[in-house]
């Protein structure tokens, strides 16, 4: 025991390869969760249903994997899953069916994680108030995304802040036009679940555009050739240009002109990037 107490004071996840009677050790499983959160899932299944283990846990970046190994009793217990979504939005997921349906409960957890709306119980996601929330929550992990180096971003990390809460509203809340209007600026594939009515609305696409050019690809056919669009589209993202009209390159020339200059610097950052170090271009002062 005191060679695995050693490891675990080190490092929790040692527990893993220790013995079933040391993963029974209350002692050793308290300082191993508290080092490592990860470590919850291996220590012994009644241990699982320990509050007081559950909680030690709960302090570590891993409640989301924590909840979901945590004993039904305690995926039942409120205290618990406030704790797990506060430090984890989408531990909602691993919450009982009627704590998902808990307002106080899913309101945590869309301001943890606004992704988290999409395990949140039918009515929930009819609540407009919630599901702005969850979009505005949304939209600061989008921001802080864009900040942080992408060394310092899991997989996790990108899944989340890439997911969609429009999706996952009601259809009523998908068709509200400052809900849809949120959603836009703040997620690059919200005008794919708008309703239809709001894809072919100018004020609605041109938002998304501005915020995500490839939107353009959600947008109704008439907005598709609507030269405004269309150029607030191309100038965020070129490849926008695969989803515009044809016929509003033959008619709008400063369109053209500003396809061929994103085609320019796009050929000129390739021909940087490959060519060796000491022979790239780069900027005076």
Request: charged share 25%; hydrophobic share 45%.
């Amino acid at each position: 025991p005191e060679i695995v107490m050693a490891a675990v004071r080190q490092d929790g996840r040692a527990l893993y390869f220790a013995g079933e009677d040391q993963k029974s050790d209350r002692d050793i499983a308290s300082v191993a969760v508290q080092q490592n959160g990860c470590a919850f899932k291996s220590i012994a299944e009644a241990l699982r249903a320990d509050r007081e283990i559950c909680f030690l846990a709960l302090q570590s970046s891993n409640a989301r994997e924590v909840l979901e190994h945590a004993a039904t009793s305690l995926q039942t217990d409120l205290e618990v899953v406030l704790a797990a979504v506060q430090k984890h939005g989408m531990a909602l997921k691993y919450a009982a069916s009627e704590l998902r349906a808990s307002r106080s409960v899913v309101q945590a957890a869309v301001d943890n994680c606004g992704a988290a709306l999409e395990f949140a119980a039918p009515e929930l996601r009819a609540d407009r108030e919630l599901v702005l929330k969850a979009l505005f929550s949304s939209k600061r992990l989008s921001a802080h995304m864009r900040y942080l180096p992408g060394t310092k971003r899991s997989f996790e990390f990108d899944a989340v802040a890439g997911s969609c809460v429009l999706k996952h509203a009601s259809t009523e809340l998908r068709g509200d036009f400052q809900v849809v209007m949120t959603a836009v600026t703040s997620e690059q594939e919200a005008l794919r679940y708008a309703a239809p009515e709001l894809q072919g609305d100018e004020r609605i696409v041109l938002a998304a555009v501005a915020y995500c050019g490839q939107a353009l690809k959600y947008a109704t056919p008439e907005l598709k050739a609507n030269p405004t669009i269309a150029l607030a589209a191309v100038a965020n993202n070129m490849h926008a240009l695969e989803h515009v009209d044809s016929s509003l390159l033959e008619q709008h020339l400063h369109l053209r002109i500003l396809v061929d200059s994103q085609k320019h610097k796009s050929r000129r950052l390739d021909s940087d990037l490959r060519a060796p170090p000491n022979t790239r271009n780069h900027d005076n002062g």
